[in-house]
């Protein structure tokens, strides 16, 4: 398999937001204190960008460290998290 | 025998000839067709102006169109905010479909030959599923009850809107959402269909007529609200018209051909009849399932005389395929549409394309001009007070027989 280089954290949570954004969620409303309800993202919408993630930097996504996350906040520091 | 009809206070439709129901009536009434190049594809038809982009990315064409055709169904009912007016429980969906989201699957299938199966799209099964239009109408009409989709290929929606009528009969539900969609104007699709020698070779659609050489793939859908009848009544919807009786048998002779004498589809005819409580002679109008293939449109023609006898002579019948071609699954809740639609507006919109019948088919196919309904049914028809009476036939690959009858 194909080495991917890790993203910045910067970058990389350009690309969520980009992608999420993709999937329908508004612009207008994205903050990190926007709960994933609101912005109407959901478990789908999470397995989409956990493949982009993969196919894009080689990050694994584990769908079970989602239990707790309400904002959108909490997913990208659960998401750049896989960076360290 | 009757058990009791069910009352319909909404329809909608997305079909080749624009979107809203009133609109396919009024322009197969004016004789426009809505087919070009030898398909009846819907090029109106801007999903953006319905739905969000995340509505539009989460479905398929032919869920698309059924959204927006329950929408106008929901809104000509009086369903508030489109929410039904009943305990969400006793409000039930039953949609036909044939081959779902096909697109999607055939697009997947390629990612997964070119980049691997980690680059499949996560939504493909969801978007793509027969049943995805019930679900989705489930979350956006906020009905509890149960759902599904029937699969019967060109009898799909018709099956669905008879299983619609026998749940509320049961006192299953309060109302039920009933009709189809089907999109399948893909390469793919239409050559499988062409391979299996049913697409027309001239890519025109003649019902009836002594050129015709194969159906016209079309794309669309159509949905009806049924309610009971004292539910409605109670709430004061605007009753468009009723849905009496339904019938259905299976040919059991060929995987996609009818069988030529019409009897056993001449036996869903009788059945839908007797259903309904009405004798052949109470028939104002036929709906026909009228493909524009040699087979079926003479076995239509015999199953009628089968069913109808001498009175078969006596009544037109047209074809809603020749203006918006075959959609498959969505066919048949268009067609009950565009019957509903015609008994109500008083003129049979033309067989158009048909110029000389046939060899053995010597039935009114309605050529050239519309026609007013029949004067009896116009004053005092055979039906519920006076109402003209409909059949709208569908007849599917795998003999796949079933037929509507509706009175306004």
Known sequence: MELKTPPSAEKMGARILEALIEFGADPEMMSPEATLEDLEIDSLDMFELAQILHQEYGIEVNPDDFEDVKTLGDAQQVLLGYLK | ?408
């Open chain 2, 1 to 408: 025998m009757s058990e009791g009809s069910a009352a319909i206070t909404g329809v909608g439709a997305v079909t080749p000839l624009g979107v809203g129901a009133e609109t396919l009536y009024e322009r197969w009434r004016d004789g426009v067709c809505g087919i070009e190049d030898g398909v009846g594809r819907c090029d109106g038809f801007d999903p953006a102006q319905f739905m969000s982009r995340k509505q539009m990315r989460r479905t398929e064409r032919f869920v698309q169109f059924g959204v927006i055709a329950a929408r106008e169904a929901a809104d000509q009912a009086g369903w508030d905010g489109d929410e039904p007016p009943y305990d969400p429980h006793r409000v039930a969906c039953v949609l036909g479909v044939s081959l779902g989201g096909t697109q999607v699957l055939f697009d997947q299938y390629q990612t997964l030959d070119q980049d691997g199966p980690d680059a499949v799209w996560p939504l493909t099964i969801p978007v793509s599923m027969p049943n995805a239009l019930p679900a989705v109408l489930a979350i956006a009409h906020g009905f509890r009850g149960e759902s599904r989709s029937i699969a019967s290929a060109c009898s799909s929606s018709a099956q669905a809107i008879g299983e619609g009528l026998r749940m509320l009969r049961q006192d299953e539900a309060d109302a039920v959402i009933v009709g189809g969609a089907e999109a399948c104007l893909t390469p793919f699709i239409l050559a499988a269909f062409k391979m299996a020698g049913a697409l027309s070779r001239s890519g025109q659609c003649r019902p009836f007529d002594e050129r015709r050489d194969g159906f016209v793939m079309g794309e669309g859908g159509g949905i009806l609200i049924l309610e009971r009848e004292d539910r409605a009544v109670d709430r004061g919807a605007e009753i468009l018209g009723y849905l009496s009786g339904y019938g259905a048998s299976t040919d059991g002779y060929h995987l996609t051909a009818p069988a030529e004498d019409g009897e056993i589809c001449g036996h869903a005819i009788r059945a839908a009849l007797d259903d309904a409580g009405r004798a052949p002679e109470d028939v104002d109008y036929v709906n026909a399932h009228g493909t524009s293939t040699e087979a079926n449109d003479l076995a239509e023609t015999n199953a009628l005389k089968v069913a109808l006898g001498g009175h078969a002579h006596e009544i037109p019948i047209s074809s809603t395929k020749s203006v918006v071609g075959h959609s498959i699954g969505g066919a048949g809740a268009i067609e009950a549409i565009a019957t509903l639609l015609t008994l109500r507006g008083g003129v049979v919109p033309p067989t158009v394309g048909l110029e000389v019948p046939g060899e053995d088919l010597d039935l009114n196919y309605v050529p050239g001009d519309p026609i007013p309904l029949p004067e009896r049914s116009t004053n005092g028809g055979g039906g519920r007070d006076g109402r003209a009476v409909a059949l709208s036939n569908s007849f599917a690959f795998g003999g796949h027989n079933a037929v509507v009858v509706i009175e306004a």
